[in-house]
């Protein structure tokens, strides 16, 4: 954590412009992340429990349309926050501080916090720790680990230090590990020859060169003293198993390429049931950031339950339960900041109403109002499929299914 308070210099990575270098450090408080300098002065902060996940390498949105950059994937990371998961996507100067950042970020998130403030966690902590990450291990499996990682003269605690081993074991992948293991002749590291055989027979790769194994190598591995080496450990290993470059599918599919300009009828699409909710369907609560989160994971047709709410304004919640309600206004507007940050193509509203008339007025006023021109208005006769309007047609728009209660009176036109 004092490396983390004392800062570290990192590229930010903004869209459409070039990086910015900025001092990021953590809080004396330790509850949120600021960075300098900044025309926001000091609202150029994140706090901690605003941030919904942490990702390592080059996966975000921003760190594709940089792809020309010549960024090493272990040094980038991205940190997802606040009610419209937006993303701030960072670059450090070597795979160590990108490490250090993520394990204790992964640590603040957990909210896990020592009574006494001596900076330790003890094995009940850690335990419950594992169940806020959803680890599931055997206690025993995490006991064993834990002792292995308390090597100070403070047993039964894990300072910072032992924590970010504990944290290396608990994240190491066993199947990749027999994997190494089984092309290395038992060796804790690959060399460029084990890893040649690795690609040639496990990954059928053709006309594997020296070079490009040591490429990857330059790329994906963690520890200086392997890079030195010219050999691969099982954090870089790791690394490049679970890194795009391992990705089977054609690379030149991550971008559109089918043809879309036939009728919306001939597509599969992405969609979300009960889109709001965070948990199951009885209990759970309704965010509004959910359907941030769907937007950006790709999805393109979400669901929203209208239902009479208090004051006249309808809300949206899981009817007959016991789930939570959030405003349908609330909701129209983060779809509206979110609809086309992953991409162009149409979204689709299923609305699910179950509102009296007057309340039906205020949906389609909210339509109308929020949404502006990206709303489509257009009428479409669905009884000639043939006619349907294709993906190209409709992009930037937003379309409005609706699915109204026999007993209810059906929407104004919007």
Known sequence: MSVMQSGTQ????????????????????????????SRKSEKAKIIIDSIYK???????????????????????????????????????????????WITGLKYLMAGITDKNGDGLLNIEEIHQLMHKLNVNLPRRKVRQMFQEADTDENQGTLNFEEFSVFYKMMSLRRDLYLLLLSYSDKKDHLTVEDFTQFLKIEQKMNNVTTEYCLDIIRKFEVSEENKNQNVLGIEGFTNFMCSPACDVFNPLHSEVHQDMEQPLCNYFIASSHNTYLTGDQLLSQSKIEMYARVLQDGCRCLEVDCWDGPDGEPVVHHGYTLTSKIPFKDVIDVIN?????????????????????????????????????KLDLTSVNIGDLKQLPSPQSLKGKILVKILSTAEMSPPESC
């Open 54 to 100: 942490v990702t390592e390498g080059r996966q975000s949105e921003i760190f594709h349309r940089h792809a020309e950059g010549n960024f090493d994937p272990s040094c980038c990371f991205t940190i997802y926050h606040g009610n419209h998961m937006e993303s701030l996507d960072l670059i450090t100067s070597n795979s160590e501080e990108a490490r250090t």
């Open 337 to 373: 900041k979110n609809a086309f940050t992953k991409n162009e193509f149409p979204i689709i509203l299923s609305i699910e109403n179950h509102c009296n008339v007057q309340q039906q007025k205020k949906i389609a006023q909210y339509l109308k109002e929020i949404f502006g021109d």
């Open 10 to 37: 990192m590229i930010k990575l903004k869209h459409g412009a070039k990086g910015l270098v900025r001092l990021f450090y953590l809080d004396e408080h330790r509850t949120c992340i600021r960075w300098r300098p």
